[in-house]
């Protein structure tokens, strides 16, 4: 190749020199002036020409070639940004559903197809559309029709007539098949597609696998969730309120008794202690109440759940509850489970205060330490043995300290308890925030008007009955 370019310049130089001779010695003798110089400038003009045109020709052979290279760079791009696009998706746990026509969409899109459409197969081997991307008049509908013969692919069944499923892709789980990834153009086109399209829509039917393991895993948690929620209902009922109840029915026949025998005094001390009971249980039923409740809105952060649940807490309980949160708490960047636990976690552990601290005062704080989320709930009660906690199976069955630390693992946090008998306790959970690729913001938008949290700390939440016990 550069051996012809250079013989190519050495040849029009040589031609070039020699005319120039020639006209030196021969042409000056038999042609006269100006008939040698005009051959002269003839043949060089030749010689340019020639050389300028293979030159062009090589130029644009070369700008074609780079022009076919930039295309097809560009559409591996548009590939990778795409493909990019649906592991993002998949792995930031998104709406399943979404994800898949999402998918879909790109590869009807990328691939330059009339349709593209999803099934997969039924528990009797037939084949059900899940998604479908297609312009009007391809597809008959969600139902197959007719007879599918040995020439037609599985998915033609879904298209009209003057359609055919030019390029499919299996869809699986490991080494099982779930469903077929199909391409569909008009019958008459024929297209054919390259080795970079078949990987293309061999990779987009690989993350329609993952989406749909991720929507089999959510529905298997939330069936999970479920299960552990009514689990923790049924044991509070049994722990809480069946056994108030007995101890209720146990007082009355102990009141009727004492009126029968005319004992009104010993009669009104049980009936005190009878609506000392109510009271309990109606604080136990208000709290199950309020834990059933979606606890962190979509359009609030937990630091605002937080504030509006301790003063509920401080309400129902007859504690005196001071909240502070910081700014960068208010403002931290957390995902919608990692705000759930955290809001789970201070549920549990007022909860434990109320019913077995036999405390005055609890402070709930928030707060951003070192990259993390940092929530500390300390009362004044009796304290316990915190060191026997550190191994171990718990000591405290119905203090739902195991679930707790569950909850801090679940989102990568950790929990401690720090007390001793006489002198209060202090829990502290820590969470990373910020650079977890999973969390994204939730609480409210500055640009809708209102403002996140714009104190750095948050008044005291008191009620009554708990400030003057305070004020003592």
């Not at 120039?20 to 008939?35: G, I, K, Q, Y």
């Not at 979606?294 to 649940?309: F, N």
């Amino acid at each position: 190749m550069y051996r012809r370019r250079w013989f190519a310049v050495v040849a029009s130089v040589l031609v070039v020199g020699t005319v120039e001779v020639l006209s030196d010695t021969v042409f000056d003798a038999v042609l006269p002036f100006p008939f040698h110089t005009l051959l002269v400038l003839a043949v060089v003009t030749v010689v340019v020409a020639t050389g300028a045109g293979f030159s062009f020709r090589r130029i644009d052979r070369l700008a074609g070639d780079l022009r076919e290279r930039n295309e097809v760079l560009q559409a591996r791009n548009a590939v990778l940004r795409a493909v990019y696009d649906v592991s993002l998706a998949v792995s930031g746990q998104a709406d399943p559903e979404q994800t898949i026509a999402t998918i879909v969409d790109h590869a009807r899109s990328l691939l330059k197809v009339d349709a593209a459409l999803l099934a997969l197969d039924g528990p009797a081997g037939e084949l059900k559309l899940r998604a479908a991307s297609a312009g009007p008049g391809v597809l008959i509908g969600d139902e197959p029709q007719g007879v599918i013969t040995e020439e037609e692919s599985e998915l033609e069944c879904f298209l009209r007539s003057g359609y055919r499923i030019a390029l499919s892709a299996p869809v699986g789980h490991g080494e099982k098949r779930v469903g077929m990834l199909g391409l569909a153009t008009a019958a008459k086109a024929r297209r054919r597609f390259d080795v970079s399209e078949v990987e293309t829509l061999s990779g987009l039917a690989t993350q329609i696998g993952l989406a749909l393991e991720a929507s089999r895993l959510q529905g298997e948690l939330q069936v999970l969730a479920i299960q552990a929620e009514r689990e923790r209902i049924a044991r509070e009922m049994h722990d809480g309120l069946a056994q108030v109840l007995a101890y209720v029915n146990t007082k009355s026949q102990a009141v009727e008794e004492l009126l029968a025998e005319d004992r009104v005094t010993d009669a009104r001390r049980q009936l005190a202690e009878l609506a000392s009971a109510a009271r309990s249980v109606y604080v136990d039923v208000r709290e199950a109440i309020l834990s059933l409740s979606t606890p962190v809105p979509s359009d609030r952060g937990v630091v605002a759940a937080l504030e509006e649940y301790a003063a509920l807490y401080a309400e129902s309980s007859k504690l005196a509850v001071r909240f502070q949160a910081s700014a960068e708490a208010a403002r931290a960047q957390l995902s919608a489970a990692v705000q759930a636990e955290i809001f789970s976690i201070a549920r549990e552990a007022l909860t434990n205060v109320r019913k077995h601290a036999r405390a005055q005062r609890v402070s709930v704080t928030l707060a951003v330490e070192e990259g993390g989320m940092v929530l500390r709930i300390q009362d004044d009660g009796v304290g316990f043995e915190a060191e026997l906690l550190a191994t171990g199976p718990e000591r405290w069955p119905h203090f739902g300290l195991a679930g707790m630390r569950e909850r801090a693992e679940s989102v990568g946090g950790r929990i401690t308890w720090r007390s001793r008998p006489g002198a209060g306790a202090l829990v502290e959970l820590h969470v990373p925030v910020g650079n977890d690729p999973l969390t994204y913001p939730l609480n409210r938008v500055a640009s809708s008007g209102e403002t996140e949290h714009p104190e750095a700390q948050h008044q005291a939440v008191r009620s009554p009955a708990a400030a003057a016990t305070e004020a003592d």
